[in-house]
């Protein structure tokens, strides 16, 4: 995903769109290995499923790549949030006192 892109949407949204987009690409992998189990299957078409499943694959793989990004930086930006909080909160004692 370009970083202009990431950049208008919310980190967490993004997790959310690419788990939806994992899932459904692990539910259409499931698909096709069932379909690539059936016995009555021409050359052909066992070909076919197997370059569809290979693409699945990797289009999977992609994903959880990418999720892996995403959730280290959306730990960085809390860990940020934490940081900034604590660090106005140590301001207002000191100030208040």
């Known amino acids: 995903m370009t970083k202009k892109k990431r950049d208008n949407l919310g980190v967490a949204?993004?997790?959310?769109?690419?788990?939806?987009?994992?899932?459904q690409c692990r539910r259409d992998l499931e698909a096709v290995d069932d379909r690539?189990?059936?016995?009555e299957l021409s050359p052909e078409?066992?070909?076919s499923l197997e370059k569809k499943k290979n693409s699945l694959m990797s289009k999977a793989s992609n994903y959880e790549r990418e999720l892996k990004?995403?959730?280290q930086e959306n730990r960085k930006n809390m860990l940020l949030s934490v940081a900034?909080?604590?660090?106005?909160?140590?301001v207002y004692v000191y100030w208040t006192m």
């Open 45 to 47: 078409a066992r070909r």
């Open 36 to 39: 690539l189990h059936q016995a």
């Open 69 to 71: 990004l995403l959730r």
């Open 84 to 90: 900034i909080f604590i660090l106005l909160t140590l």
């Open 13 to 23: 949204l993004e997790i959310d769109g690419l788990e939806k987009k994992l899932s």
